[in-house]
């Protein structure tokens, strides 16, 4: 499925990328926070990693829905293929010059996409190597019911081999982003440490936004787990700083410095 406008690509565009599996109950929201960005310029990919459920239905009556995007499509895989693998095909037909790859459970802030934009630019005149920005998030329940906040810290690239700091959707030049892919497709755990090792080990930096700008979703089915964990912590009353790091798996395979 492809639907087209006019206008919107060039300089300034900026590409949604959302893989999905098994998560139709959720991704009309996603879907619904990138039509709600006050950014001007976007087009959203959607990979369908195989789901066995109503996934596609979903997506297809979502993006048929009313919005002034540049560009959307969804590309649909007969089977699982795993998240790594939906990337390098959304990653295929991107033509935006800023990239946000965004987990169909979670959502954005209406604010997202222009706050960090303007915030990477203003760091790259001072720093190229600056290639990506993270936020903080707000931790939700199935329900978008407060949990907690989630932190992430200050970029260092010597933790970034130890900690899995780094969250989705940081908003990333899609130069850096095409500059570590293809990603190994063989990787079904830990797939986001991997994809940030690699864009930091071929030169990257990255800039932390201590405010919570996009919505992350605890639920039982959290492909990292980290849900039934937090969820659980919640449940027994344990609040204070979240450091999401120590939640989130850590991809063990070597990565090549560039």
Same mark, same amino acid.
């Given at each position: 499925?492809?639907?087209?406008?006019?206008?919107?690509?060039?300089?300034?565009?900026?590409?949604?990328?959302?893989?999905?599996?098994?998560?139709?109950?959720?991704?009309?929201?996603?879907?619904?926070?990138?039509?709600?960005?006050?950014?001007?310029?976007?087009?959203?990919?959607?990979?369908?990693?195989?789901?066995?459920?109503?996934?596609?239905?979903?997506?297809?009556?979502?993006?048929?829905?009313?919005?002034?995007?540049?560009?959307?499509?969804?590309?649909?895989?007969?089977?699982?293929?795993?998240?790594?693998?939906?990337?390098?095909?959304?990653?295929?037909?991107?033509?935006?010059?800023?990239?946000?790859?965004?987990?169909?459970?979670?959502?954005?802030?209406?604010?997202?996409?222009?706050?960090?934009?303007?915030?990477?630019?203003?760091?790259?005149?001072?720093?190229?190597?600056?290639?990506?920005?993270?936020?903080?998030?707000?931790?939700?329940?199935?329900?978008?019911?407060?949990?907690?906040?989630?932190?992430?810290?200050?970029?260092?690239?010597?933790?970034?081999?130890?900690?899995?700091?780094?969250?989705?959707?940081?908003?990333?030049?899609?130069?850096?982003?095409?500059?570590?892919?293809?990603?190994?497709?063989?990787?079904?755990?830990?797939?986001? =440490? =991997?994809?940030?090792?690699?864009?930091?080990?071929?030169?990257?930096?990255?800039? =932390?936004?201590?405010?919570?700008?996009?919505?992350?979703?605890?639920?039982?089915?959290?492909?990292?787990?980290?849900?039934?964990?937090?969820?659980?912590?919640?449940?027994?009353?344990?609040?204070?700083?979240?450091?999401?790091?120590?939640?989130?798996?850590?991809?063990?395979?070597?990565?090549?410095?560039?």
């Amino acid at each position: 499925m492809l639907k087209r406008r006019e206008g919107g690509e060039g300089s300034g565009l900026l590409t949604v990328l959302i893989p999905n599996f098994n998560y139709g109950s959720y991704i009309e929201r996603a879907i619904g926070s990138v039509f709600e960005q006050d950014y001007p310029s976007i087009e959203l990919i959607v990979v369908d990693d195989g789901s066995k459920d109503d996934s596609v239905a979903v997506i297809e009556k979502a993006l048929a829905g009313d919005n002034r995007l540049a560009r959307s499509e969804l590309i649909a895989f007969k089977r699982n293929r795993g998240k790594l693998a939906a990337l390098n095909a959304a990653l295929e037909v991107t033509t935006g010059e800023y990239a946000i790859i965004l987990d169909s459970d979670d959502y954005l802030a209406r604010n997202y996409a222009t706050r960090c934009i303007a915030e990477l630019e203003a760091a790259r005149e001072h720093d190229a190597k600056i290639g990506f920005v993270y936020t903080d998030c707000t931790l939700i329940d199935d329900n978008d019911r407060f949990i907690d906040r989630g932190r992430s810290t200050m970029f260092d690239a010597g933790l970034v081999d130890r900690l899995s700091f780094l969250p989705e959707p940081a908003l990333t030049l899609t130069e850096a982003l095409k500059s570590a892919a293809p990603f190994d497709e063989s990787i079904r755990r830990a797939t986001k =440490h =991997h994809k940030w090792r690699r864009i930091v080990a071929g030169g990257w930096a990255g800039l =932390h936004i201590a405010e919570p700008l996009f919505f992350y979703r605890m639920h039982d089915t959290n492909m990292s787990g980290i849900g039934q964990k937090v969820l659980s912590e919640a449940e027994s009353g344990t609040r204070g700083a979240r450091i999401l790091s120590g939640y989130w798996q850590l991809s063990k395979e070597k990565i090549a410095t560039g």
